[in-house]
């Protein structure tokens, strides 16, 4: 069917004649989006025209081109933008079409075309923040697009015939071997491989950034050597390409620190290469251990250390009071003292997170009986045995008891249930070191310092502690456990594996929030006691504000201001938690919705 076209024309429109119609469909829009746009149409003019129909006021509703319209609201302080071009629709059901059309018709460019149309410009010598300006994005979303056109032809090609997403091929950044990146490519093509995956694939030989040798070492330190980095653009991460000068540097600096350590009066330092020391380690160099001697402050230095603590634990402490509180907290702490350094030495290593770790005051057996004879260790109980000595030596009793274990284990491989209601038997009850498994049960901190008022979890959770089995009949209390049945074991794993819940990673932990979408507000509400009494005045003169909306001079938010900080809290608290309170301070429901709402900065 043939249609008339639409006969229309374009006036010069004040911009002041300007509104958004209710039938312009753009409704959701980014600000930096706004912002963006509104510094590309200076330089380059306004390219295309608003729309919409004359209203009975005379005024022109736009039913197209809503952010231009935002755009140029922004620059009203440039005369030039005073009066814009307007396509005036001859009537509604013309403006209607408009509105329908002009958004639903437009196509955004594919991701693979727009990284080839920004290669392009670059070519012709477009610098970054001109394309910017051109497209209406960010610098750094250019320079991203940028690293995508230096991709092989063929990955842009999967990304174009949807073969491969957009971070699939963000990930084929990190490579720069052509040939295994096609060799890659041709392995994850429509196989739906993550960008993790892939960038596992083409650096199966680097080491990320985070890795603890990586940490520890130092980029900077890794590339004056000669070390290679490949930098990933899209997630913020780096690879160290040569490993094996990696781990030299790594050893190298681990083994320069002992240096470092004996100068401060140890006997000795030993590296240890792992990530970790375990107790084994001490067990298996036969070495005993001393403490450090606790310091002692006087009565006006532990009045001031509990004013220091409690000014920290309302995060309104200074530089200065940090520094003071660090200085009072070493002299608790205390130290070794030359004597206690001449007679033991140190144990070291660089942990998970690259940071370095000292296990200190740990005694040979060669200076035992010196440390014995100075009182930092005690005589072995054992010492004037005439007990005979076995024939079998610890490392075979060890093996031995080893081999008993793996039996027992096999055969309760045969017996899942029990095994099940051990662990949910281990994890409810204080087993001490007579746990059935050989895993700590490792308290996860979920309960705040201050009282519970305002904090309200699951009274499964509530229950902090297992409960203590000190001299109690295990095999009695077990046998107990078990008759209760199968739903009260599982009841009682179930809670005690969400008190030790601690998320993982980031990308795990986010999976998880996805999957129950945790609501702090809905456990916890903030109180003069856990939050505002524990924070400064002026904070909480600011949080009253914004919260009902209250310009500084504003008689409500004066008058709060001038109480006393227990008032100002105690005030707060019923802001949050009493509808009198609301209702007397005429809060709108928009507001009531964000009281609702508010968490501190940073809480998440």
Not at 504 to 519: F, N, R, V, W
């Amino acid at each position: 069917m043939k249609h008339e076209p639409i006969t229309s024309t374009v006036e010069q429109v004040p911009f002041a004649d300007l509104y958004l119609s209710d039938l312009n469909p753009r409704t959701v829009f980014d600000p930096a989006g706004i912002e963006a746009l509104a510094a590309n149409i200076p330089p380059l003019g306004l390219i295309q025209n608003h729309g919409g129909p004359d209203d009975e006021r005379g005024k022109r509703g736009i039913v197209f081109g809503g952010r231009r319209y935002r755009a140029l609201a922004l620059l009203q302080d440039d005369p030039r933008f005073a009066t814009v071009p307007v396509r005036i629709a001859p009537d509604q059901a013309t403006a209607e079409t408009w509105a329908s059309s002009e958004n639903h018709q437009r196509e955004q460019p594919h991701p693979a075309d727009e990284i080839r149309e920004y290669a392009n410009m670059a070519a012709r010598g477009v610098a970054v923040p001109a394309v910017a300006l051109a497209f209406g994005v960010t610098e750094a979303h250019v320079y991203r697009r940028l690293k995508l056109a230096g991709l092989p032809a063929p990955v842009l090609d999967a990304l174009k015939a949807g073969e491969i997403t957009l971070a699939n091929a963000a990930a084929f950044t990190v490579s720069e071997d052509e040939a295994q990146s096609l060799a890659v490519l041709e392995r994850v093509r429509g196989q739906g491989y993550s960008d993790h995956q892939i960038k596992a694939m083409l650096k199966s030989d680097a080491v990320r950034n985070t890795d603890r040798r990586a940490v520890f070492v130092g980029q900077e330190a890794y590339e004056a050597e000669g070390g290679r980095v490949t930098t990933d653009l899209f997630a913020d991460q780096s690879y160290f390409e040569d490993e094996a000068l990696l781990h030299e540097l790594f050893t190298a600096k681990l083994d320069a620190h002992a240096a470092t350590i004996m100068s401060e009066g140890w006997k000795w330092a030993d590296p240890i290469r792992d990530s970790y020391v375990g107790y084994y380690e001490i067990e298996q160099r036969k070495l005993d251990r001393i403490y450090a001697q606790e310091g002692e402050l006087s009565d006006a230095e532990t009045e001031r250390y509990s004013e220091l603590v409690e000014l920290a634990h309302g995060d309104v402490l200074d530089a200065e009071g940090e520094a003071e509180l660090a200085a009072l907290q070493a002299i608790l702490d205390g130290g070794f003292t030359d004597e206690q350094k001449a007679l033991s030495g140190v144990l070291f290593y660089v942990d998970q997170s690259g940071t370095l770790k000292t296990l200190e005051g740990l005694v040979t057996r060669e200076d035992r009986a010196a440390a014995v004879e100075a009182g930092f260790l005690r005589p072995a109980a054992h010492a004037n045995s005439d007990t005979p000595k076995s024939p079998i030596s610890n490392a075979l009793s060890d093996d031995l008891g080893r081999v008993a274990m793996g039996a027992r284990q096999h055969a309760i491989l045969r017996d899942p249930d029990l095994l099940l209601d051990l662990l949910a038997y281990q994890l409810s009850h204080s087993l001490q070191w007579r746990k059935p498994f050989g895993f700590a049960a490792e308290v996860v901190p979920n309960w705040p310092t201050t009282e519970a008022e305002g904090y309200d979890l699951d009274e499964r959770l509530a229950r902090k502690e297992p409960r203590e089995m000190y001299g109690k009949d295990l095999a009695k209390s077990f046998r107990a456990f078990r008759q209760k049945g199968q739903d009260h074991t599982r009841r009682e794993l179930i809670r005690c594996l969400a008190a030790l819940f601690r998320g993982g990673d980031e990308q795990l932990s986010a999976l998880i929030d996805k999957a129950t979408a945790p609501q702090i507000r809905e456990v916890w509400t903030p109180t003069a006691a856990n939050f505002f009494g524990r924070v400064g005045g002026p904070y909480l003169n600011e949080l009253w504000r914004d919260l009902l909306d209250l310009a500084e001079d504003h008689p409500t938010a004066t008058s709060f201001a001038k109480l006393k900080k227990a008032e100002k809290a105690a005030k707060l608290e019923a802001l949050f938690g009493d509808d009198a309170t609301r209702k007397a301070h005429g809060v709108t429901e928009a507001q009531a919705a964000r009281i609702d709402a508010w968490l501190p900065e940073g809480m998440k």
